[in-house]
């Protein structure tokens, strides 16, 4: 089992969301992204190059998603870092249960 | 969310030559009447850090106001059989078929019969709502289904009959699996005296895979659409004994079965065609709808041959699907018939319903042998085809590919609630089988200006049609005369498209490609012309165009890094018995066409080129011109901020980079996001992400071909998204004009 330095983690992270990222970083990028489909976040861009709205996949064709109107971003890096900090805090009672 | 608003649409043909006319086919809800332009489209992106959008309005007969309105689609493939003299007579029968059900439990599924659904009338061999084998009867009022009431095992062969006796209402169903699982039931028959006598609704075709519901502005529309293979279908105008069923599973009919037999249709006949051959001496003859995929693996198949002409015999199946769509045939919205002299280009219908608007893309042509430029730019449109409606978003491995925030767009959810409109070749039908064919007689929402992709890079988030767009705008600015053809022209007509022309330059994601276009392609540059690659992940997929139904490009996953996986013994094109997949597989690896060819893709940033060795050889000072030793070329860009990125490709002497090649820049520094290409690596390896693996970077190629021709390739997917960079002064552009500025030049290259 990995030992995560998580305040080493999420400092890179929050440093830059999208690039290069160590190793140790993308090891856990792939763990917090591979959630399954259903109730996995999203953004629904809303106004082309500046406003995204956080929304959850659904699961269904039809209706691929919901919006979650509370939380709209006008820069793609902050909602990169909101959804990186609602990920991790799950992860982690996760780890703590086990 | 509730149902959206929309307008959109699809033109035939895409590509139009002066003098010709082409068709608008339109469809919208929740808007009353629109507004029609033609407008030529110049810059499609809508990143305020670039040029911003631009389009032109052109005075044509088409700006009008219309009346909107719906327009349905009516996917689904099935085999109707147009002759009804020989089967108007038709009282006691048998039904009999191979199937390889991909969906049984998903409800009622004809197999075949003439089942009309409205009136209840009919009789069919199906699929029933338990998953068993069924003969359907029904005399208008009273429906009787006789169920073998075993459940039919998704993707197992199995051998289903029915008969019916007119004289004593005697009605059997027979059903058994071609595996034995031992402990699992494999065989049952039901056997009953029904009441129920069938009758025949005239306008009610014989059919395979589906039944038939109704007409609707004289299309049939047909309904209980089955998923899965069927092989060796077969109706005798009797009650046959199961020795004689036995007898009718034959490749072939003996003269005896041929005096039973009312018909005995043949899948492995004609399969390039959407004919259905009986070979019965009725020659009740059928024709495919919408394209269900042929040259499929039949219920007796050895694996002794993969290719369906080595041994047709074991290739009677054909394979349909719910949700297959050639045609959506809608009605004609307006129509522009273009003068004798019309500017080629990239041009769109502009609809506007208020807020709403939608672009229908085409491509304007000079008329056949009549240049207007020596230069041409080859429209992508087979990529633009097999993307169709791409919308991988549920997928749960997405979000890791693109390492980043999945950003749904408009048109993704358009796409969703219309299902009907059709897939891209990167996803599966409905029974999860991989989707083979695309036609552009339908809404195709992702080939618009102003779209974005959840799978382009980070800012300028476009890809195919939107992306190309930055080249477009770019010799629109810089006052390049340019001859705009298409993939599918040059499919049609070969090298004698290319030859008038000095230069061609291709799009940023030329992948698809058939033979007819890659010989072409070849042929001109062994003749002396001279093509600029202007992308990554060229020529990469291998295809056939219809020529039987226009505008249908067929595709199989047979190797190559893919989204689904060819079922074995399904790697041959049906279209023209060609091995289908990667161009590498047959010989044919991109480096032979251009120098380069894949060797990765990510999703969130791109990076820049530096000069090599060889871009100091005087045979190719021409193109730095003006670039410094140690300059980054490209570090900076609308689409992920550099000019190597998106999918890119590398040079390999192995694959045939010409020896003489020169390798004239590299990009360096991707992100672990790139990861290395399937075929690149025999067996696991590592070291797949591109900071561990040397072999991921982007080279930029100079050779020269016979005859004074030469190629250039530029290898990466954003490339064409730096041109506009401060002002469209950088180094990208600068390069960009000194390759074309010298292609342009008739002089020989000095080897
Ligand atoms: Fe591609």
Redesign the interface.
């Given at each position: 089992m990995i030992k995560y330095n998580l305040a080493e983690l999420t400092a890179e992270f929050e440093a830059n969301?999208?690039?290069?990222?160590s190793p140790a970083l993308?090891h856990l990028?792939?763990k917090l992204?591979?959630?399954?489909?259903k109730g996995?976040?999203?953004?629904?861009?809303t106004k082309?190059?500046r406003e995204?709205v956080l929304?959850t996949?659904t699961?269904s064709?039809?209706?691929?998603?919901k919006?979650n109107k509370r939380y709209v971003f006008n820069d793609?890096l902050e909602?990169?870092r909101f959804?990186f900090r609602r990920r991790l805090k799950a992860f982690t009672r996760l780890e703590e249960d086990q | 969310?509730t149902r959206a608003r929309y307008i959109t649409g699809y033109s035939d043909p895409m590509s139009v030559a002066p003098g010709g006319s082409i068709h608008f086919y339109v469809s919208a809800e929740g808007v009353t009447q629109y507004r029609a332009d033609i407008v030529r489209l110049i810059h499609g992106d809508?990143?305020?850090a670039g040029p911003g959008f631009k389009e032109k309005v052109v005075q044509t007969s088409v700006s009008n106001n219309y009346p909107a309105r719906r327009q349905n689609t009516y996917p689904g493939s099935c085999i109707v059989i147009h002759e009804k003299a020989a089967l108007a007579a038709l009282s006691s029968f048998t039904l009999q078929a191979f199937i390889w059900p991909t969906t049984p439990q998903k409800g009622r599924q004809v197999i075949l019969g003439r089942w009309a659904a409205k009136q209840r009338s009919g009789f069919a061999l199906i699929i029933d709502e338990t998953g068993a084998a069924a003969l359907l009867l029904g005399d208008g009022r009273r429906v009787e289904t006789i169920s073998s009431g075993l459940a039919l095992r998704e993707r197992e062969w199995a051998f289903v009959a029915a008969t019916y006796n007119t004289d004593s209402g005697n009605a059997q169903v027979f059903q058994e699996t071609l595996e034995d699982h031992v402990v699992l039931k494999g065989r049952a028959t039901a056997e009953r005296l029904t009441r129920v006598k069938p009758r025949m609704v005239n306008r009610a075709p014989f059919t395979i895979s589906a039944g038939f519901s109704h007409t609707d502005d004289q299309r049939s529309v047909f309904c209980y659409h089955y998923n899965g293979k069927i092989d060796r279908p077969r109706l005798a105008g009797d009650v046959l004994d199961s020795s004689t069923q036995i007898s009718f599973q034959k490749h072939r009919p003996q003269p005896e079965q041929e005096n039973i037999a009312l018909a005995w249709w043949d899948f492995s006949e004609n399969m390039a065609t959407t004919t259905i051959t009986d070979r019965s001496i009725n020659q009740i003859n059928g024709e495919t709808v919408h394209l269900p995929t042929r040259a499929m693996t039949g219920h007796n198949w050895t694996g002794h041959t993969l290719r369906a002409e080595d041994a047709p015999e074991e290739y009677g199946a054909i394979h349909f699907h719910d949700d297959d769509l050639y045609d959506s045939g809608w009605n004609i919205s307006f129509t522009l018939d273009l003068p004798d002299r019309f500017r080629s280009g990239v041009y769109a219908a502009r609809l506007k319903a208020g807020e709403i608007e939608d672009y229908i893309p085409f491509f304007v042509r000079p008329k056949p042998g009549r240049p207007t430029a020596r230069l041409a730019y080859l429209a992508e449109t087979a990529t633009y085809m097999a993307y169709a409606n791409f919308n991988v978003?549920?997928?749960?491995?997405t979000?890791?590919w693109v390492?980043?925030?999945?950003?749904?767009?408009?048109d993704?959810?358009l796409a969703?609630?219309h299902?009907e409109w059709g897939k891209s070749l990167y996803e599966s039908h409905s029974d999860g089988s991989g989707i083979s064919v695309s036609s552009r007689l339908r809404p195709i929402t992702n080939m618009r200006p102003?779209n974005?992709s959840p799978f382009g890079l980070?800012g300028s988030s476009l890809r195919e049609f939107c992306a190309d767009t930055h080249l477009i705008d770019w010799l629109d600015y810089k006052g390049y005369a340019c001859d705009v053809i298409t993939d599918e022209d040059l499919d049609n007509e070969g090298v004698e498209l290319l030859r008038p022309y000095a230069a061609v330059m291709t799009g940023t994601h030329p992948e698809y490609t058939s033979t007819h276009m890659w010989d072409a392609l070849k042929a001109y540059t062994d003749q002396g012309g001279r093509l600029m690659y202007m992308g990554g992940n060229g020529f990469y997929w291998r295809i056939a165009y219809n020529q039987e139904c226009p505008g249908a490009i067929e595709m199989r996953r047979a190797g190559g890094s893919r989204t689904w996986i060819t079922e074995p013994g399904e790697g041959f094109q049906s279209i023209d018995g060609e091995p289908a997949g990667v161009w590498r597989d047959v010989g044919r690896a991109p480096q032979r066409l251009v120098g380069t060819g894949i060797v990765t893709m990510g999703f969130?940033?791109a990076s820049y080129f530096k000069r090599l060795d060889e871009s100091h050889d005087r045979r190719v000072a021409f193109a730095f011109e003006g670039i410094g030793a140690d300059e980054r070329i490209g570090e900076f860009g609308l689409i992920g901020g550099g000019a190597a990125g998106l999918e890119f490709d590398r040079a390999e002497p192995h694959y045939g980079t010409p020896p003489h090649a020169l390798v004239v820049a590299r990009s360096e520094n991707h992100?672990?996001s790139y990861l290395l290409l399937l075929e690149e690596m025999g067996a696991m390896i590592p070291n797949i992400?591109a900071?561990e693996n040397p072999l991921i970077h982007a080279d930029m190629v100079f050779y020269e071909t016979p005859k004074g021709g030469a190629v250039f390739s530029f290898s990466s997917q954003c490339w064409c998204g730096s041109l506009s960079h401060n002002g469209y002064n950088n180094n990208v552009s600068r390069m960009t004009s000194n390759v074309l500025t010298r292609f342009l030049d008739p002089a020989a290259f000095d080897v």
């Open positions: 969301p999208i690039g290069h990222h993308r990028l792939q992204r591979s959630s399954p489909t996995k976040f999203v953004l629904v861009c082309p190059y995204w929304a996949l699961g064709r039809k209706n691929p998603v919006l793609l909602a990169e959804v | 969310m809508l990143n305020p978003l549920h997928a749960p491995e979000e890791p390492s980043r925030l999945l950003i749904v767009y408009p993704n959810l969703y609630q299902d102003k974005n980070h969130d940033i992100t672990e992400h900071p």
